[in-house]
């Protein structure tokens, strides 16, 4: 009998060989919502060698974009093998990646249900802060601090994680907005006419509250480590741009990198292994 | 009514917007070949304003590895879009590329018709030469040429873009293997027992075509442009190096790469931009 | 006698060996200007292979940046040896590099005479566009049309390339401004008060070029490839930024990037590689 | 008065305005040896914010090549400007990086007492080990802890830095040879005559070390975290290329990078933020 195994499959084997420790992992769980009165499901990354130890992780919460889900990271973003390539190639410190589900209840993953802030009858973002990472934090083993914990999405769920680290700044120890919708966006009406979307991003503008904030609330961003990426060709270039300007004008430390590309998967899969360096480095504390 | 389009789709629209030429296109083409007996197809991507002139252009050609086939560097390396990305960014001269097939005809592309070699009653380099390249350079509009003319691959695909251009170094301007299969492994017989396949490669060693070359031969591999990229965890490792320190020996110049990360898609979609640059060069003499 | 030549020397003579073609070599020129009324310095880096043949380059105009010289490359930003590896590497196309002398004949490099406008009695942009590079297109063997011709700069240089290819875009294929003070800077009395110098800037403000353009002249800074350059950290990214945000609204196709760092040679010095890929590409028309 | 201030100072002083920590520094710091029975001196950075609180910090000590001295990475290298900004973007977790004094004391930093290793009447090794390395972190604020100590180096130290972690696996988490000698090398008598020196490298091969050991030292091996990385065009290629098919062979598992180079202090300078990262990991520990 012929038999061809691929190539990949012999560097698969090969790599086991060598490395004795057990490989990365996602599960797939569910959380039953109170707040938002139905059960939630999300994606869970747990690196090489968790199932080897009784030690704690480091966490970061990364959010998906508009009619995205909590698989759209896995399936679309190619995480698990760019953490476990970045993980192995000993440029990061090992993390749990949570990755929730702010997708609406509409075909196409839209509708009123969809984002990561309050409306009436949806508090999506009390859900996150009260539910949702008390039980991701207790479920697995996570390092409690806010050194340990960082907050990085991208597109709406970069506009997600700026507020969040903004509105909690005690919580997160680095933020990581990709091509983040950061401010409500002037688009033409026939492309965007969901209003209950269109208004929660204006309530929760963060360039309207970094501009509103007072000194005591300055200070408390400070703690925060930025990081902030989105490409020449974006269509969101604009808001990220005046974010960056705003906060180099408030004296907000932060790092901004503006790197060839548009608002493509392609350019967040590169962004990925440079948010997990980045946030590593408070880890070490 | 409510309507949400991705952000995506808005991103692509506004790009149009503001350049005014045609956009890349893939096409899905057929040679008959009587060196074969069959018809072989082949892929052709044409990059932004092809259609909008008359003017020549260069030319590479890209092979797939092994158990793979000419869709495989669009389907699973996603080389439109780089190549898209990558002379819209102005960091290479934008080319032709053809991705031929050299898969067998049996499940999962494989048996004694896989290969880029010649073997009994299945000559495919003989046929690359004779039938293929013509076919391709008088049906696009290719500049003829050594300078305007590269050849790359992946893994199997390495290994025959290495001997192609060791083979007719005059056709060639540069050559560019990635995680080639650049001698005939040695790998267990419970991993690879297509002997056909394995003949022709011991065959068609490069190692073995350096090493016995005249002085005459050597000057000729001189004028190929090399640029040999295998990733340290790759379990091709030993043939890659080995092909470096024996041109080192030689005084071949060549540029080598060894990256982070082994036999994967993302190594070969992460080295695609930086082949498409390192064969413009010449485009320009 | 003991002798250790150090291994630096080892590796040149080894690498001179493989490659038979001449030296990269370094070349202080100096024009007579009639409309200055006095000589100026050049600095030109001739690529190797410059003196194996007769053939035409193309051509880079490389600016220095306030209060350095037509030698500040040379001597701080160490542009003979990148150039050197980025060609030798296959990166880069080749070309003949021209360090003009905007430099101030008060001590420390500055005073009326710096800079790259026109100022009553020292015109400056005058000469170079009708002494300088008619001299240097004469004396060196330089390809001539617009796609063989780029202007880069640093800083006050930055500011130089982008209105000279905003005045003269007929003449240069590509633009590359690095950390370019590209708006008269909103800068304290006590850091800057030499008038001439604010004054100048004022008059030849790219911003206020590009926003008072007619549709003409908008069409044909889009014949002009753009790339710009500014770091996250340096105090010259406001107008960096808005030369973006302008020009985007104005729909002139460029390249924009921000990466980690300040106004420092660091930046420059890793910005240049790329900005010889970028200016290869028209080379290849 | 007319005043220009030059760009670069208005841009420290604008970044020293928002981060409020004391900035790193050098010391040059002397131990008295009694093994070797002179002083020797050694550079000391301590990163910004060393001087704001009482914590301890990891360390790393940097080796220097043949012919140099502890101050090479400072001043031909720019180790410090490097290192700060590494540290300010946030990709590496700050360490103390010592460098030590292995120059010989015959003009030119060469002669006997020149290297890493024990000579007869001259055991730099020994010493390193007994007094320098106690000295150095009773003297500073050190973590203590194998995975809060690395050591690297270039050429002749990176060899050092190899030998190093391979006689004591048990005191250095992280180990980053940079275009390293990394075997006793075939040079021509004409290049190299100094025969101690020669005769310390044969003695303390690092493959030497590695095909001789036993299962017990491998395993110890495998315990250190392995940075190679040597230029496709350095002179020292082969030694490099031969450690890592040894250690693949040996399956103690590394990082090898071949980048496009030589043995240059551009190469080394464009190493070290990556080493500054690598070596982090386990700092987090």
């Not at 704690?56 to 508009?66: F, K, N, R, S």
């Amino acid at each position: 009998m012929k038999r061809l195994l691929t190539f990949t499959l012999m560097a698969a084997t090969a790599a086991v060989a060598v490395r004795a420790q057990s490989p990365s992992r996602i599960v797939t769980d569910t959380i039953p919502s109170e707040i938002l009165g139905v059960a939630k499901a999300f994606s869970v990354y747990l690196p090489a060698g968790y199932d080897d130890s009784d030690r704690d992780y480091p966490v970061l919460y990364l959010l998906h974009g508009a009619t995205d889900d909590h698989q759209s990271w896995l399936v679309k973003g190619n995480m698990r093998k760019i953490a476990d390539v970045t993980y192995l190639s000993g440029m990061a410190v090992p993390a749990v990646i949570v990755m929730p589900d702010a997708a609406g209840e509409e075909p196409g993953n839209r509708g009123y249900r969809m984002g990561y802030f309050d409306k009436p009858g949806w508090e999506y973002e009390r859900h996150f802060f009260e539910e949702f990472i008390p039980a991701v934090e207790s479920r697995y083993r996570i390092r409690s601090g806010k050194n340990y914990r960082a907050v990085a999405g991208l597109s709406m769920g970069g506009g997600g994680s700026m507020v969040y680290a903004l509105h909690r700044p005690d919580l997160f120890g680095s933020c990581c907005p990709l091509s983040g919708l950061l401010a409500a966006p002037r688009i033409p009406d026939r492309l965007i006419d969901d209003e209950a979307f269109h208004e929660s991003i204006v309530r929760d503008d963060p360039q309207a509250i970094i501009r509103e904030a007072g000194p005591a609330e300055l200070d408390s961003y400070r703690t925060v480590r930025w990081y902030i990426d989105c490409g020449d060709d974006d269509f969101l270039y604009e808001c990220n741009v005046q974010t960056y300007l705003l906060m180099r004008e408030k004296e907000i430390p932060l790092q901004y990198r503006m790197r060839d590309g548009g608002h493509s998967w392609e350019y967040w899969q590169s962004a990925l292994p440079t948010v997990l360096t980045f946030i590593s480095v408070p880890f070490a504390e």
